[in-house]
């Protein structure tokens, strides 16, 4: 890609303007591996290739969930391991969400047994700052010094929160845990959506611990390099390697299985019963269609759909237009069937995503997203609804 100016330079990558395009920035990862605050650094040939897929990938997931982040494009190809991004200034911070006890949390906390599950998680902040070691700092003192607002903290660690819900889902259906996870968030410096905060930086197997079927012992992230004695060219290879499998196992997290959800009316004039349901499953980017049947006109007309249906698509929900049709759709066919009567339409498009959230990680972060929505948008009310009343315009 053609480069502009270097902007930044970090321990494993760099940061160019793009040429033409004053809002976005090319990152471009490197072979580099540092550890100890650049006390050790190596090179591993092939190394910024699979960071720069891996990334991406991460970055392509959250997207596809409805997360705020910088990345727009790239990294995936062969493409010189350089992705596309908007140009953010970026918070001095390390945002550290902690599923799993382990590391630094485990050396200051003795109390806290290496291994346990934290629940709920904990988020932790850290000043970027080599020199010392990124020490821990509250949220108080974020403010204080004028790093980030109250809400921007606020809305860091619930979006960390977020991420790491949603990393860990895609984690454990390849038998892998997720034991925490670092972030740096931005705000976007130009163009639309300028003063945002969005996750920026990378999120790569730098960034985290993952220990597949739950055992430290296998661990596929950069820990297995920070904890070498000594670095061997034999070393070096067996972390490339995981880097490869991580970056492999991480390409099948932003894939969206696709699926239907039948809406079924149980004659023309129930149709409109469903009309709520389609917006309600718009908001989860669900796909729908709809069909007229009816239970006591044509019964085996409801059974024949119902198996042309199921034999057309392999992820299917019924939503039925009421209890009669669900309860034969219900005892007709193998897959879900809900009865539209029983829910509000928003309540009943949540119970369907969730559903496919089962197996679908892009699923099940929109699900969490529209909780987290949903909460806010309660904090916002009370807020507002105390809040004193406008004042009457001068003059
Ligand atoms: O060392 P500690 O336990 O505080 O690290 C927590 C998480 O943050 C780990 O997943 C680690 O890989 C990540 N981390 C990082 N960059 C740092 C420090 C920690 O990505 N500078």
């Not at 969930?65 to 596309?84: F, K, V, W």
Request: proline fraction near 6%.
């Amino acid at each position: 890609m053609n480069k502009g100016l270097e902007v930044a330079r970090g321990k494993t990558k760099v940061l160019y303007e793009k040429p033409g395009q004053p809002d976005v920035l090319i990152v471009q990862a490197t072979d580099a591996i540092t550890s100890g605050d650049g006390a050790r650094r190596d090179e591993i040939a092939g190394k910024g290739r699979l960071a720069a897929k891996t990334t991406a990938r991460v970055f392509r997931l959250l997207n596809l969930c409805g997360l705020p982040t910088h990345y727009l494009s790239g990294g995936e190809d062969d493409d010189d391991n350089e992705m596309l991004v908007r140009r953010c200034t970026m918070v001095p911070l390390e945002v550290v969400v902690r599923g799993v006890a382990a590391g630094s949390l485990v050396r200051r906390k003795p109390g806290i047994a290496r291994g346990s599950i934290i629940i709920p998680r904990m988020v932790e902040f850290f000043l970027k700052d080599d020199a010392n070691h990124d020490p821990l700092i509250d949220p108080d003192e974020i403010v204080h010094r004028g790093l980030a607002s109250p809400p921007e903290i606020g809305a860091m660690s619930e979006i960390a929160r977020i991420t790491f819900e949603i990393l860990a889902h895609a984690w454990r259906r390849r038998e892998a845990l997720l034991v925490d996870l670092k972030l740096e968030f931005g705000r976007i410096q130009s163009g639309e959506g300028r003063g945002t905060l969005v996750i920026a930086d990378v999120i790569d197997n730098d960034s985290w611990r993952v220990w597949p079927q739950g055992r430290e012992d296998l661990m596929l992230d950069k820990q297995m390099y920070r904890d070498l004695e000594t670095v061997t060219p034999a070393d070096l290879e067996r972390v490339r390697q995981n880097y490869e499998l991580v970056s492999e196992l991480v390409g099948q997290f932003p894939s969206a299985r696709p699926a239907m959800i039948a809406l079924a009316a149980d004659g023309p004039d129930s149709l409109g019963i469903l009309d709520p349901v389609v917006g309600a499953l718009q908001v989860f980017g669900l796909q729908t269609l709809r069909r007229v049947v009816s239970t006591h006109l044509v019964p085996g007309y409801v059974l024949q759909a119902a198996q042309q249906l199921d034999a057309t698509f392999a992820r299917l929900i019924y939503v039925a237009s009421g209890p009669q049709l669900a309860a034969m759709l219900a005892a007709a066919t193998p897959t879900p069937v809900f009865d539209a009567t029983e829910f509000e339409a928003e309540e009943l498009a949540q119970i369907v995503a969730k559903t496919l959230a089962v197996d679908d990680t892009i699923m099940f972060g929109r699900v969490l997203l529209v909780q987290a929505n949903a909460r806010s948008a309660v904090l916002h009310a009370d807020a507002q609804i105390n809040a004193p009343p406008p004042q009457a315009p001068l003059g």
